[in-house]
């Protein structure tokens, strides 16, 4: 049972993820990679993460890709009026960051998983997240939140400043 | 996980589900007839005895309508978003306790289809998916109603959700824990009910609870002299009727969530803890329906307004409150 759950949910991962990238649809893409997210949280939940898997759809499911929709949605951007192509360039950047984010997952996965086993999950609850977060980890933490309120307060500034010129 | 456990798991759910069901059904015949009595009418009465069988010939009425589907409909996700309306409906109810632990033929059975030990953000995150219902209806029938209502949907949604989530937070500082079984389990006296710890939060959760699930009068995305009716203006048949019953179920689960933070869950003296549970979930039904029937609809930036500036601080300060008084043991009766 478990494993069917888990094959299901990791496979329905994998092929969303694909059509993130493969739909030429956007708005069909946003889908995709809304499928893909709540299936990641489904593996939290099986890991015996919930609190993770819930934070998993409610900010990236929940949140996030609602304004991924409303931005493709409204622009409605075509092939024609994207500007000059520089694909070559987007493609040659994320295939160097793809590299390395492989190489970093590989890295973590053998320095947890010693055995290729599963791993001993001690930290899916909120109490041991919450004891990392504010103990180990505090001033990573409170300077992640410093960055995320100043990228608020430059969008803000941003969308001031186009709203002054049209008034 | 053995054969017995799978099958009761089995039943619950079956059970749960066909409850649902017929409480959302049922909801709307208590709509109609209750709103007919505040404007002086009688309401349904012709199907069946006093008119208890009008859900049902609804029902017929609805699966027999024409399907249509508009001209440069996006038909995929035309298709596709009464389904996700549809589910997350459903799926929230699964953590709800609407009874403790009883033993059945020798086993003990939870009350509850899933004790998740984050229930109550587990409701959170299932109803937060329910937006793109919404955005997706409307932007998929190439209508401009629609696309409005869609759109308008979707940003009350987003700015009263927020509200909502800050104003559980009292709640959770109390009883520290975010198991909505332990949580009921600490109301077994009357006095501990937590609306009498957290009359702000519980305020609070009632107005951003109407919003999110966009009831009168927080409808404004169905304002018919504005948008006609929203992002569903071109659903007929069925897919309407996926529409209608995810709106109910939506109030039902709101309903429930209130019921178990606020007003002690099962508990209750005399009658079986389901009975009670199912009587404070109409109580919260019939306030919904109640407002509807008293209040005339916002204004749009008014809306907006209320929920930014009026309703998030007041859940703001709600929470340091409730922290600061519960450090200093105050709220400790």
Not at chain 2, 85 to 99: K, N
């Amino acid at each position: 049972m478990d494993e069917l759950i888990f094959l299901c949910a990791a496979g329905l991962a994998l092929v969303a993820s694909v059509m993130v990238f493969a739909l030429r649809n956007t708005v069909y893409a946003v889908v995709a990679l809304i499928t893909a997210l709540s299936a990641v949280a489904v593996l939290f939940f099986q890991l015996g993460a919930a609190f993770v898997g819930a934070l998993q759809i409610i900010l990236y499911a929940g949140a996030i890709m609602v304004l991924f929709l409303f931005v493709v949605m409204l622009l409605n951007v075509h092939r024609d009026n994207l500007g000059p192509d520089r694909r070559w360039l987007q493609k040659a950047v994320g295939i160097l960051i793809g590299f390395i984010l492989l190489g970093q997952l590989v890295l973590l996965g053998r320095r947890l998983l010693p055995g290729g086993g599963t791993a001993d999950l001690e930290w899916g609850g909120a109490q041991d997240l919450a004891r990392a977060f504010f103990g180990r980890f505090v001033l990573a933490f409170e300077l992640t939140s410093l960055l995320l309120l100043a990228a608020m307060i430059g969008a803000v500034l941003v969308a001031r400043r186009s709203d002054g010129e049209e008034a | 996980m053995d054969l017995v456990d799978f099958a009761v798991m089995l039943a619950k759910s079956v059970v749960v589900l066909v409850l649902l069901l017929t409480l959302c059904a049922y909801a709307t015949l208590l709509e109609r007839k209750v709103v007919a009595r505040f404007q002086t009418r009688i309401g349904p009465n012709r199907a069946g005895p006093a008119g208890l069988l009008q859900p049902l010939a609804d029902l017929v009425k609805l699966v027999f309508k024409e399907d249509l589907n508009p001209a440069g409909a996006n038909k995929l996700m035309f298709v596709l978003a009464p389904v996700m309306a549809f589910i997350p409906a459903f799926m929230a109810i699964s953590v709800i306790p609407f009874g403790d632990t009883f033993t059945l033929f020798g086993r003990s059975i939870d009350g509850v289809i899933s004790d998740l030990n984050v229930g109550i953000l587990f409701i959170l995150a299932i109803s937060s998916l329910g937006v793109y219902a919404l955005v997706l209806a409307g932007w998929s029938s190439n209508s401009k109603y629609s696309l409005l209502g869609g759109l308008r949907s979707s940003a009350q949604m987003i700015s009263y959700e927020v509200a909502l989530g800050l104003s559980i937070v009292g709640v959770l500082i109390l009883s520290g824990t975010l198991s909505l079984t332990e949580i009921v389990r600490q109301q077994t006296a009357f006095t501990d009910w937590y609306i009498f710890k957290q009359p702000l939060g519980f305020l609070l959760f009632l107005i951003s609870g109407i919003a999110e699930t966009n009831r009168a009068p927080f409808d404004l995305p169905e304002a018919e002299n504005e948008l006609v009716a929203g992002y569903h203006t071109e659903y007929s048949s069925i897919k309407f009727a996926m529409f209608y019953v995810a709106e109910y179920a939506n109030m039902v689960t709101i309903s429930a969530v209130a019921t178990t933070l606020f007003m002690g869950g099962w508990n209750g003296p005399w009658l079986p803890p389901v009975v009670w549970f199912l009587l404070k979930v109409v109580f919260f039904l019939f306030i919904y329906i109640w407002l509807r029937a008293t209040l005339p609809r916002l204004r749009y930036d008014q809306l907006m307004k209320f929920g930014w500036l009026v309703l998030l601080p007041t859940a703001l300060a709600n929470v340091v409150l409730t922290a600061l008084a519960d450090s200093l043991g105050w709220l400790a009766w």
